[in-house]
């Protein structure tokens, strides 16, 4: 019996057991019907003397307690009595009665109704008879099927079993790996660079070795003949590595030259740093111990990136503004969820318009870069995010469109976090095996002889997209750590800036100093230019000494010293808040860049930004509505 039939079953015996409510309720009610009431008529009759002479007396007889009541049939049976003398005892009665009316019947169906009940009763039985056959039909077929339900459960409550058992010795097996590992940490944190270089060139012999073996295992060829080589090649002593090469390559980390970020050509990168390139367009991980250089890596990208013309945006709970000079930074989570909504946001908007556009991928992408729409997203301390960020589907969301939306619209995210293991990772489900198949770069650390703390070994290993295989590289060496991103041309423009903002602040002093004529190029020549020349600054003091008014000031007068309202966090005027968001607008800055400038305020649902959104959209809105009379 499948689920099917039972269902059917359990459908058909619902419908059977309204259908016999229904009849019984029916039946109940015809017999009710059936039980009450009258179906003969009654006859109501007195009594008289035959031989009465005055009428009048009549009343005597039949009055209200001398009146009687017979069913009909019964009145009239004299009309059925024998005609043998001896039979006609009590049959006389009616005759000598006086019929006085007749009392018809309340319910002269009272046999339909009995009948009706009847009927109804009898359907019910039989329809209930015909149910309970049924089931003792299906019966056996039902207790067969729970039996195989009940052994399905058995080994599904056993597979369960072994699952966990499986999933308990994979566990057991990694803990051992993991404690093994770091033992083997431990013994090599003891061995200074030179032995741990000797030890790794070692050890990558020797998996060579086994890779030749298993290799020479799956193939069959025999280990004196290997593919493509005879026994001359493999006995000629020209095409053997020398213990100098050996040694020039284990010294080949140390002695490294300082990577220059500035004087870098992406295009002309020598052989060991080639590999840049692949993070500087992709959606990338760096993963690494702390002191492995995975934070100077990161900058070192960041740098290359907005060198490249990226919009670099940067997450990073753990620093400030300062130690990202020159990019967008955000440190609070919160800030981080609202601009990975914004980038989700972003991503869908980009192809929305891409969909609506009859342009190829090659042409939407170059006018990406061409609108200066191209951005990159660095996550620093990815690790932390799920902890302070309670929205996982934010997290998904944000990671999918990373990995898989981004290439085409120009938007590249790098994460960065410590290992490779679903808590580092930030444990929400659906996120891990994303993370496995991106392209990610593993710095390897090493412990200082000196000071016995872990410090970056200078090397580590690359791996490609959907891609098992590694390869070993040599990371940059900085000089100092990368703070500051500005091009030299933004810096002259922070510059001009600031010199314009200290004009802005000399603007809004309480008074304007006193207009001093000054004495022309003949007064200078005479024999009191020292004088002259002191005079104007004396007046610039006074002028910014505060100036008492005497008690004879009038109400009007004193209403014209009222200070105006002010605007920004520099506290302008109100033309100068306006010229100075017109001069912003013309320098090619947009919105939010405005008003982190002038207002220092950053996005977000905080009280400061809505009141710098307020100021600035009224100055603004004043502004057009001003160009436009």
């Known amino acids: 019996m499948d689920k099917q039939e039972l269902q059917r079953l359990k459908s058909n015996g619902q419908l059977n057991n309204a259908i016999v409510a229904v009849l019984t309720t029916a039946g109940l009610v015809c017999g009710a019907f059936a039980f009450s009431g009258r179906q003969t008529d009654l006859v109501e009759y007195c009594f008289r003397p035959q031989k009465l002479t005055n009428r009048r007396n009549a009343r005597n007889y039949c009055n209200a307690h001398q009146r009687y009541i017979m069913p009909e049939p019964e009145f009239n049976a004299w009309e059925r009595q024998p005609m043998n003398p001896l039979y006609q005892d009590g049959w006389t009665l009616p005759a000598k009665a006086t019929r006085l009316r007749t009392i018809p019947a309340n319910n ?27 089931l ?57 660079p030179e032995e741990l270089a000797v030890y790794q060139e070692k050890v990558r012999l020797q998996s060579s070795i086994e890779s030749a073996s298993l290799l020479q295992q799956a193939t069959g060829t025999p280990a004196a003949a290997l593919p493509g080589q005879s026994m001359a090649d493999i006995a000629n002593p020209g095409d053997k590595v020398q213990s100098a090469e050996a040694c020039e390559r284990l010294h080949e980390v140390k002695d490294r030259q300082v990577f220059d970020p500035w004087q870098a050509d992406l295009n002309n990168l020598t052989p060991e740093y080639r590999y840049l390139r692949e993070f500087i367009s992709n959606t990338a991980l760096i993963l690494g111990s702390q002191g492995s250089g995975k934070s100077w890596f990161v900058r070192l990208l960041a740098l290359l990136k907005k060198l490249k013309g990226y919009r670099v945006i940067v997450f990073d709970p753990n620093s400030n503004q300062g130690e990202w000079q020159g990019v967008e930074f955000y440190g609070s989570y919160s800030d981080i969820a609202h601009m990975m909504r914004w980038y989700v946001d972003e991503i869908q908007a980009r192809y929305d318009a891409f ?53 085409k619209q120009e938007a590249p995210v790098t994460f960065v976090a410590h290992n490779l293991t679903k808590d580092c990772l930030g444990g929400v489900p659906g996120v891990f095996d994303i993370f496995k198949r991106m392209q990610r770069v593993q710095l390897d650390t090493t412990t200082d002889p000196n000071s016995d703390q872990p410090v970056a070994a200078g090397t580590g290993r690359v791996k490609g997209v959907d891609s098992d295989g590694e390869r070993q590289i040599i990371a940059p060496k900085l000089s100092i750590k990368i703070t500051d991103f500005r091009t030299e041309t933004e810096r002259l423009q922070a510059t001009r800036e600031q010199l314009a903002l200290y004009d802005l602040l000399e603007d809004i002093t309480p008074q304007e100093p006193p207009e001093k004529t000054f004495p022309d190029s003949e007064t200078l020549e005479c024999s009191h230019d020292h004088e002259i020349l002191e005079e104007p600054k004396q007046d610039i003091k006074r002028a910014k000494q505060p100036q008492h008014k005497s008690d004879s000031t009038t109400e009007g007068e004193n209403q014209r010293f009222v200070s105006p309202q002010r605007y ?62």
Request: proline share 2%; aromatic share 12%.
């Open 355 to 407: 969909r609506q556009s009859n342009m190829s991928e090659a042409q939407w992408r170059t006018q990406l870069w061409q609108r200066g729409k191209a951005m990159t997203v660095l996550c620093e301390e990815y690790t932390t995010y799920s902890d302070f960020i309670e929205d996982e589907e934010l997290l998904r969301k944000f990671v999918k469109s990373a990995n898989t939306l981004s290439r």
């Open 108 to 134: 002269p169906e009272k046999y339909l109704w009995g009948l009706a009940g009847a009927g109804c009763f009898g359907v019910a039985l039989l329809l209930s008879k015909g149910r309970e056959g049924r």
């Open 136 to 192: 003792l039909h299906e019966l056996p077929g039902y207790r067969e099927e729970v039996k195989t339900s009940w052994f399905h459960a058995l080994i599904a409550e056993s597979l369960k079993r072994r699952k966990v058992e499986y999933a308990a010795e994979i566990d057991y097996q990694l803990y051992q790996f993991a404690a093994t590992r770091t033992a083997r940490e431990r013994q090599l944190a003891m061995l200074t």
């Open 568 to 629: 920004t966090r520099f506290q302008l005027t109100y033309e100068s808040a306006q010229a100075e968001i017109q001069r912003l607008r013309n320098a090619k800055r947009n919105q939010t860049d405005i008003i982190l400038f002038l207002w220092d305020a950053k996005p977000g649902d905080n009280e400061a930004y809505r009141n710098a959104i307020s100021e600035y959209k009224k100055l603004l809105t004043v502004k057009d509505k001003e160009i436009e009379e």
